[in-house]
């Protein structure tokens, strides 16, 4: 953990630090990543196959690919109360807020009293993956096919990484079918993303990838754009939060700790405040809260990347977040909301001490999926229109069509494309 105060010598040279480029942009894992799409890409389930052993420590074949409906159904009959809440109680808060973003078709007329408009349909086959890891993310399966669900997408696919007896957590799966999976395939990694962009024998290819994952999922993702859209570059947890002296320093320290438990390594948080007293007692309660966490050793090897910042004023606070542009922006000051108006990249917004990003992260309504690594600068945060394509209508009448003709034989003249003027004029030739 670094600490850096605005009045220290050598302050700006050290934020740059802070500010520098995450695992997303590792050129090594670029190239590994590329190996894995090059194989999948010539071998097909056989590169599957290989990298599932080799990763997962999973002995699989072709056939057991694919997660069967029987292992579907009986993750469902297993699934206990508790969990059966948690899930309808996430979802229909998903659902909901998917329902507001979920963006219509429309029409108007244009100076020439043409008809012009636009129209969204879902994209019929859509790819999602849901990292395993270390932790069942049972939560991001209602956070990505809930919002494919909602959009009304036919067929949605979802891979994930199995267990070195080729399972897949229960839960995991229960919440998967639950939110709306069609089909669900074992495999997980950048060959997952390699699998849904190129399709195999057993996976079909897919329209567009959606979904977080670490630097080698993320890497794959944006390597095989233009074969394949994506939705952002969602990769390890990030959370800044922007504090002044009305912050309480126990639940700051608890904030900071619940998004560098996920596992990777690569998870950075900041507390950027005006105040160096809950910066001290903010560290006292780290070292105090950790032992106590069933994840204290993904915790402390994440710790490096946590940074306590002390800054002149919230305005230079709300500077910085925006430089960072992190994934999670938590708000604990006087007039949040206010203070919230200037931060412009952050992936999403919590106000105040009551909304701890875990809220987000679960059962809030909008998706958590969301960019890190500075992508935050030019991605949102996952939203159901993504999963929508936009089509532009035109519909001219003869009438429309007359009125539009000068313009037309203008620019056709200007470009020397004669054959563009001549396809207009044409219309109203005997």
């Given at each position: ?36 799409l ?41 699934a ?62 209602l ?67 959606f ?8 890497a ?15 990769g ?21 700790l ?7 390594g ?61 994934e ?35 059962v ?39 009125k ?27």
């Open positions: 953990m670094r600490i850096l105060q605005f009045n220290n010598p050598g302050f700006e040279r050290a934020l740059k630090e802070a500010l520098a480029a995450s695992s997303l942009f590792d050129p090594a894992v670029e190239e590994r990543a590329k190996t894995i090059d194989a999948v890409r010539a071998r097909g389930d056989d590169a599957l196959i290989e990298f599932t052993a080799r990763f997962d420590g999973a002995k699989l074949d072709a056939s057991q690919l694919a997660v069967t409906q029987a292992e579907m159904m009986n993750a469902s009959l297993v206990d109360t508790s969990l059966r809440a948690a899930v309808a109680e996430a979802d229909r808060n998903i659902a909901s807020f998917a329902r507001k973003s979920r963006r219509r078709g429309w029409q108007s007329t244009n100076s020439h009293g043409a008809k012009v408009g636009e129209k969204f349909d879902p994209f019929q086959r859509v790819g999602i993956y849901i990292p395993g890891g270390t932790a069942p993310l049972v939560s991001t399966a956070m990505t096919v809930v919002l494919a669900r909602e959009a009304g997408c036919p067929e949605i696919v979802v891979c994930t990484p199995c267990g070195k007896d080729g399972s897949i957590n229960p839960s995991l799966l229960f919440a998967a079918r639950a939110a709306g999976a069609t089909e669900i395939y074992r495999v997980g990694g950048a060959q997952a993303i390699a699998a849904m962009a190129y399709g195999t024998p057993t996976i079909r290819k897919v329209q567009k990838i979904g977080p994952g670490n630097a080698y999922v993320v794959a993702k944006r390597l095989v754009v233009g074969h394949v859209a994506i939705d952002l570059l969602p390890p947890s990030e959370l800044l939060v922007l504090a002044d002296d009305t912050a309480n320093a126990r639940l700051v320290a608890a904030d900071l619940a998004q560098l438990e996920h596992g990777s690569h998870e950075r948080v900041w507390l950027v405040t005006t105040s160096l007293n809950l910066i001290r007692s903010v560290q006292k309660q780290l070292a105090r809260q950790i032992p106590s966490l069933s994840r204290r050793e993904y915790i402390k090897r994440a710790l490096e990347n946590a940074w306590l910042i002390q800054v002149r004023g919230i305005q230079d606070g709300v500077d910085l977040a925006n430089r960072l542009a992190p999670h922006c938590e708000v604990v000051t006087r007039n949040p909301r206010k203070v919230s108006e200037g931060i412009r990249t952050a992936g999403a917004i919590l106000l105040g001490k009551c909304s701890p990003t875990v809220l987000g992260d679960y809030a309504g909008p998706s958590h999926t969301l960019p890190t690594g500075g992508a935050g600068a030019s991605f949102p945060g996952l939203t159901v229109d993504q999963f929508q394509r936009r089509t532009s209508v035109v519909e001219y009448s003869a009438p429309a069509l007359k539009a003709l000068r313009a037309v034989r203008t620019f056709a003249t200007v470009e020397g494309l004669t054959a563009h003027g001549r396809s207009a004029e044409m219309r109203f030739e005997r």
